[in-house]
């Protein structure tokens, strides 16, 4: 079983601030997806990095995937309420096996 | 294009009893899982299909829990007998064929309590 490792697994910071989420594995994947669940929903998609030292952009979300393929981070640039939720990456392998961390659950505070 | 359908949304039952959630996925995805999801934790793959076979079950506690998916299309996951620890939420996801990247796409999932 591929595993992944979240940290934090708790964030509560001020509107404004600046916060980095990271998502760690020994074992490679052919890529990387992070997912923003919100209470009493299922997960959504939020972007997949595919390549080595690849990095995405998506407005205030910056998204990086590890040179290895093992790691990945995912920074929020002045905070937002609306970004509040629980932050999952996934590791896809084997084709289109999708294992999932335990989650960063955030909160932004006015 | 409608998304993934589950139901109940929410079943509460005494341990020892049996449940059932059936669940419909995105019309033409060929794949399907169901994920466990604990309160506070990630989820957690129970059973993968490629339309109705099973790719992956390793994580399925079979001697309580099955699945079946049925010409390929809806599945539906059972628990009997249930125990207090199989309180959870229980999501399905589907995932198109022949996509160079995976991409699952989930219901709201079924919240279910043991009590």
């Known amino acids: 079983t591929q595993l992944l490792e979240q940290s934090p697994q708790f964030l509560s910071i001020q509107e404004g601030e600046n916060l980095t989420v990271y998502c760690n594995s020994s074992s490679v994947f052919s890529s990387l997806q992070w997912y923003r669940q919100e209470p009493g929903e299922g997960p959504v998609l939020l972007v997949t990095v595919v390549t080595g030292g690849e990095v995405k952009k998506l407005k205030r979300l910056t998204f990086q995937f590890g040179d290895a393929r093992k790691d990945s981070s995912l920074h929020i640039t002045a905070a937002q309420p609306g970004d509040t939720g629980l932050y999952l990456c996934?590791?896809?392998?084997?084709?289109?096996?999708?294992?999932f961390g335990g989650g960063t659950r955030l909160m932004v505070k006015p | 294009e409608a998304g993934v359908a589950q139901s109940p949304r929410y079943k509460i039952i005494e341990k020892r009893q049996s449940v059932a959630f059936w669940c419909n996925p995105i019309s033409g995805h060929a794949t399907l899982y169901w994920y466990q999801q604990i309160l506070g934790q990630g989820p957690k793959l129970l059973i993968q299909f490629q339309n109705n076979g099973v790719v992956d079950d390793s994580q399925l506690p079979k001697d309580r829990f099955s699945a079946e998916r049925l010409k390929g299309v809806d599945s539906t996951l059972k628990i009997q007998p249930a125990k207090l620890e199989d309180s959870a939420v229980y999501l399905c996801?589907?995932?198109?064929?022949?996509?160079?990247?995976?991409?699952?796409?989930f219901g709201q999932g079924t919240r279910l309590t043991v009590v």
């Open positions: 996801a589907s995932s198109p064929p022949d996509r160079e990247v995976t991409e699952a796409f």
């Open positions: 996934a590791g896809v392998y084997a084709g289109n096996m999708l294992t």
